[in-house]
């Protein structure tokens, strides 16, 4: 008997927000980024744009165009957002934090740390966006 009420607390205990909370971990730096195209050519500002903003989409980032070099790109995932600027110049590319909700985001040591799941998401744009960007 328990043992059946130690599985079943926890089995409640594992599903509450406080138990299935992570810890930040430290935010991955996308600085500087090469630009590689299939011709070897450097791409021109607007192919790039595009294939940022194609590359975004696929990532599920819905993007705005912004003045100069640079792409608002924000995730939406229930209670959870994540608002990232990519600038770019024709031979590299950098994607930057600006804002978010319910991931944890802070400073530890003097570096930024977010929930884990956040890397993840940058981590699947960076590879849509270096697709997009090979195929110019």
């Not at 971990?25 to 590689?36: T, Y």
């Not at 790109?73 to 770019?88: A, E, I, P, Q």
């Not at 804002?99 to 998401?121: C, F, Q, T």
Request: proline content about 7%.
């Amino acid at each position: 008997m328990k043992l059946v009420r130690a599985l079943l607390c926890l089995a409640l205990l594992s599903t509450s927000p406080a138990f299935a909370a992570r810890s930040s971990v430290p935010m991955a730096e996308l600085d500087n980024l090469p630009i590689n195209s299939a011709s070897g050519k450097p791409p021109g500002s607007e192919q790039i744009r595009k294939a940022i903003v194609q590359g975004a989409a696929r990532s599920h980032f819905s993007a705005s165009v912004q003045p100069g070099n640079k792409v608002r790109l924000t995730y939406s995932k229930r209670d959870h957002s994540l608002v990232m600027d990519v600038s770019f110049t024709p031979k590299t590319y950098s994607i930057k934090y600006v804002d978010s909700a319910n991931l944890g985001y802070g400073m530890e040591g003097g570096k930024p740390v977010i929930h884990p799941r956040a890397n993840g998401w940058l981590n699947k744009l960076r590879q849509s966006i270096d697709r997009q960007l090979n195929q110019i």
